[in-house]
């Protein structure tokens, strides 16, 4: 074994990836990434410590959120960046425990190794994260409860990581996170604690969701439905991938006259929805589909590629891409350029984007036409009557929430299976890059209401759970579960996690998720879910939807 990684749906055999990632990510970048999560987890009992006698740093807040958003599946392969924000951590760390003696914080060490761990050498770094990893801990359901709880706050971290470059997170958020993962290193913890860890991860999650979707709303106005062009036009594009909405926001402004379109990729396509991003008419339009794409995708897009965050795959060797392609904020690659903010103002230079862009030749078009999403929760509640007669009178009968992440799976073919053989008096309710599967299918409408509502990215999931809040109003109902609503979850990331454990503690049950469930379940942690929850998993189209349209 050269490595042990089971965050993801693509871990190996269901399992774990244990010679290489299947995503790319190699044994080194693997271990350095736990070494990453390792120094987070130090920097924490101090920053735990601190937060609970009021002292609070900046700097760290944004070192563990970085750690954190860093490590998700496919946002960073950059050894060395990854390895330079290890020994940069360290360092705060030992800084911040200097600051808080001076102010009188006494902090009990002694059961974490974490916070005490000093390398002397670089080379010490490389050995010591070979053994910091997610199986340091022995007992498989401790380990899975453990990780389980990490993995949220990774998802969690990175919504929390939008919101701060907006100016919105609040203060509770971090110093539940600081805690989190202090009591993830807690050897006297039981199951039960820790299982509450878990669910309480997910209250903050929906905290953090909730606070990203007013930032955007806030920042950029309330998405509005809107068409969105999948051609192309003539002039040479940037495609931006990811989901930083102050990114595409900060290119748009700097690229506007420069004779650049900007196409979005992936989770970036509902910036299309926003009023304050759709009035840039440079904004020219979607160019692909989900991340798993881009091999083919970027070979024909011909211009600059600016990724926000994940999820990126590594370029093949015969790529005629990889030279231009540009990372910021938490991704990165070996040899890709990454674009860093200004500490002071957190602007970006995307001039050397814009700059190579002109360079290159216009789009070669995939597909032709438009997509129509912005279905957020302020859209759908004014359709509310509409939506509260189609159901009375029959003409929905179901809505279906399929949020969640698109992968390169096989078996996902079962999602679009599943879109297609849906009843005609169905609605899909998406979000995330799992729309992908079905978001260009001739669905049609009912009475005017489209059958795939796309309320935007993953963590607009939040939307979602806000449409079924109000309709349990509407409808006078005392539970969410009582709704004409079915969960039909794809998950791939860690995001697809915290996505999950907000739906948990907002109360929605018999979630199937899919296409496999969790390699970092282990049977009893999963036993928890099911019975608790009603969590399954998904089998065929057939079954499931005859088994929704039933229960
Ligand atoms: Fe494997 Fe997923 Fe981990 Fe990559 S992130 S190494 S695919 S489990
Ligand atoms: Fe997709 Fe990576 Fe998860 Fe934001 S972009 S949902 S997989």
Request: overall charge negative; hydrophobic content about 40%; aromatic content about 8%.
């Given at each position: 074994m050269s490595m042990f990684c089971y965050q993801c749906q693509e871990a190996s055999k269901g399992m774990a990836c244990e010679i290489t990632g299947v995503c790319g990510k190699n044994p080194e970048v693997a271990a350095i990434q736990d070494m990453l999560i390792y120094v987070a987890k130090g920097i924490s009992v101090f920053a735990d410590a601190g937060f609970k006698k009021g002292v609070r740093n900046a700097e760290v807040d944004h070192f563990v959120f970085d750690a954190l958003f860093t490590t998700i599946t496919n946002a960073n392969f950059d050894y060395e960046a990854i390895r330079k924000k290890v020994i940069d951590g360290l360092d705060l760390r030992d800084?911040?425990?200097?600051?808080l003696e001076n102010k009188g914080v006494s902090v009990d060490v002694s059961a974490y190794e974490s916070a005490t761990w000093k390398p002397v050498s670089t080379d010490?770094?490389?050995?010591?994260?070979?053994?910091?990893?997610?199986?340091?801990?022995?007992?498989?359901?401790?380990?899975?409860l453990r990780e389980l709880t990490i993995y949220g706050l990774k998802g969690m971290a990175a919504y929390g990581m939008h919101a701060l470059h907006l100016g919105y997170l609040e203060e509770d958020i971090f110093?539940?996170?600081?805690?989190?993962?202090?009591?993830?290193?807690?050897d006297t913890l039981s199951a039960d604690e820790l299982t509450a860890l878990v669910l309480e991860t997910g209250k903050n999650g929906v905290q953090v969701m909730a606070l990203l979707d007013k930032a955007h709303n806030d920042t950029y106005g309330k998405p509005e439905i809107t068409k969105v062009n999948i051609g192309v036009g003539t002039r040479p594009g940037i495609l931006i991938s990811g989901h930083d909405l102050k990114d595409i926001e900060q290119l748009l402004e700097q690229s506007e006259n420069s004779g650049v379109d900007i196409y979005t990729h992936s989770e970036m396509l509902p910036a299309h929805y926003y009023p304050k991003l759709k009035k840039y008419t440079h904004l020219y339009g979607n160019y692909g589909s989900a991340w798993w794409k881009?091999?083919?995708?970027?070979e024909s897009f011909n211009g600059p590629v600016l990724f926000t965050t994940n999820c990126i795959v590594p370029p093949r060797k015969s790529s005629k891409y990889a030279d231009k392609v540009y990372t910021t904020g938490s991704s990165g690659f070996t040899g890709f350029p990454h674009i860093e903010a200004d500490p002071e103002t957190g602007t970006k230079d995307f001039s050397a984007i814009i700059e190579h862009a002109?360079?290159?030749?216009a789009p070669i078009s995939i597909e032709e036409g438009e997509i129509v999403g912005g279905f957020a929760h302020n859209q759908v509640i004014q359709l509310a009557d509409k939506?509260?007669?189609?159901?009375?009178?029959?003409?929905?009968?179901?809505?279906f929430v399929m949020a969640?992440?698109?992968g390169r799976n096989k078996e996902r073919a079962y999602y679009t299976d599943f879109a297609n053989a849906l009843p005609k008096d169905t609605v899909i309710l998406t979000a995330g890059c799992a729309k992908y599967r079905y978001n260009k299918l001739p669905l049609g409408d009912i009475g005017g209401i489209p059958r795939v509502l796309d309320a935007g990215q993953c963590n607009d999931s939040y939307s979602l759970a806000i449409i079924a809040l109000k309709l349990k109003e509407v409808f006078g109902l005392e539970d969410i579960n009582d709704l004409p609503i079915a969960y039909n979850i794809a998950w791939y990331e860690q995001k697809a996690v915290i996505v999950l454990l907000a739906l948990l503690y907002l109360g929605v049950k018999d979630i199937h998720l899919g296409p496999t469930l969790p390699a970092f379940l282990s049977p009893n942690v999963a036993n928890v879910l099911v019975n608790n929850f009603g969590i399954a998993p998904i089998g065929t189209v057939d079954a499931d939807i005859e088994l929704f349209m039933n229960a």
């Open positions: 800084r911040f425990a200097k600051e010490e770094i490389d050995q010591k994260a070979l053994v910091v990893g997610v199986l340091a801990t022995e007992n498989e359901d401790v380990r899975s110093g539940f996170t600081f805690r989190a993962l202090v009591d993830v290193q807690n881009q091999n083919e995708e970027f002109k360079k290159c030749a939506v509260v007669d189609a159901v009375k009178s029959g003409a929905i009968k179901k809505f969640g992440c698109d």
